[in-house]
């Protein structure tokens, strides 16, 4: 039912920014919950930050929290997260995703899933 499409990724030095976009189709983006995963070479996918339909209420991985922005434009079809202060241990593929809520999204499970975008923070 949507099709996600990740870009922005790319090398940075640690302590600067990037601005991850995720670019839906499909025609019920605004019913479902956003969100953003991360994996890196030999670790399991990590829940990174995740948004409700309203864009009211957001969560985050204690790990990116105060670092780390998620945001959406619906009107765009589009998520964002804008990551700053990043650091080497940020370095992953960052997957975007939707759900029917955000706690279901965390869960991986019945997730519509992006195709990644790789993030490398070099110290």
């Known amino acids: 039912q949507v099709q996600l499409v990740e870009s922005g990724g790319g090398l940075v030095q640690a302590g600067g920014s990037l601005r991850l976009s995720c670019a839906a189709s499909?025609?019920?983006?605004?019913?479902?919950?956003a969100g953003w995963f991360r994996q890196a070479p030999g670790k399991e996918r990590e829940f990174v930050a995740a948004?409700?339909?309203?864009?009211?209420?957001?969560v985050y991985a204690e790990v990116v929290k105060g670092r780390f922005t998620i945001s959406r434009d619906n009107a765009k079809n589009t998520v964002y997260l804008q990551m700053n202060s990043l650091k080497p241990e940020d370095t992953a593929v960052y997957v975007c995703?939707?759900?029917?809520?955000?706690?279901?999204?965390?869960?991986?499970?019945?997730?519509?899933w992006g195709q990644g975008t790789q993030v490398t923070v070099s110290s």
């Open positions: 948004i409700t339909w309203n864009g009211i209420s957001t």
């Open positions: 499909g025609r019920t983006f605004s019913n479902y919950a």
């Open positions: 995703a939707v759900a029917i809520n955000s706690g279901t999204l965390r869960t991986g499970i019945s997730n519509y």
